[in-house]
């Protein structure tokens, strides 16, 4: 069954550092997501991208995040500047279409600001 | 905007026994409704959806909701838990045509043998 691969599944960094959180969205899908989960809190929605460019963000979604599709298969989260309160699980996802809606999750990846 | 309210972040029942995990969303208008599951070390499955068809929505592993628009709630059942059920259950909304979904804060089911 297709899935969504998001690399690395741990992520660890220092403050300041910029680093870039890799997705592979299931391949005949045309919208891609990014969420955010903090720990201990509600999964949140940060940015929607559809034909090479971003469709929706969230009010996190400010300057220091950056999203590109770089080639045919992957989906990028970068964050330039990190910060310690962007600790969190990201999770990447995909869906065929914007009907319906059915969103198709990666399993994470745990970003840890020291 | 839209929001969602999972009662109950934390479920325990005893194997066999009937599950059923809350959620009520905030819409004037009748949004699309899913349940995801996060199994540990795993990503969010998608275990059923509303779009708007039948009230009453079967989804995997034995589970179902049932949409209730004068109450505003989708909550989920299964009747006869399962050891293999324990995991996080989220309720998702979104309204037609959006693309972002709102999640509710999660409930984690436990099983007692």
């Known amino acids: 069954e297709p899935e969504v691969t998001q690399t690395p599944s741990h992520q660890v960094t220092q403050m300041g550092q910029e680093v870039i959180l890799r997705c592979v969205p299931i391949s005949n899908h045309l919208y891609f997501y990014w969420y955010r989960q903090i720990l201990g809190q509600k999964v949140e929605f940060l940015v929607s991208f559809y034909n090479n460019e971003i469709s929706e963000k969230s009010e996190i979604f400010d300057d220091q995040f950056s999203v590109e599709r770089p080639d045919g298969s992957n989906f990028t989260l970068k964050i330039r500047s990190t910060k310690l309160e962007d600790s969190a699980m990201y999770f990447c996802?995909?869906?065929?279409?914007?009907?319906?809606?059915?969103?198709?999750f990666g399993a994470g990846t745990r970003l840890s600001v020291l | 905007a839209q929001s969602v309210t999972q009662l109950g972040s934390h479920v325990s029942v005893s194997e066999g026994a009937l599950v059923l995990l809350r959620c009520n969303y905030s819409?004037?208008?009748?949004?699309?409704l899913f349940w995801y599951v996060q199994y540990p070390n795993q990503g969010l499955q998608l275990l059923l959806k509303y779009t708007s068809a039948a009230t009453l929505v079967k989804g995997i592993n034995g589970f179902e909701a049932e949409f209730k628009k004068s109450e505003t709630s989708f909550h989920l059942t299964k009747p006869s838990a399962h050891m293999s059920d324990a995991a996080e259950y989220f309720c998702a909304v979104s309204e037609v045509g959006a693309q972002k979904l709102v999640f509710g804060q999660g409930t984690r089911l436990t099983i007692n043998p």
């Open positions: 996802a995909s869906s065929e279409g914007a009907f319906e809606n059915i969103q198709y």
């Open positions: 819409s004037s208008v009748p949004p699309y």
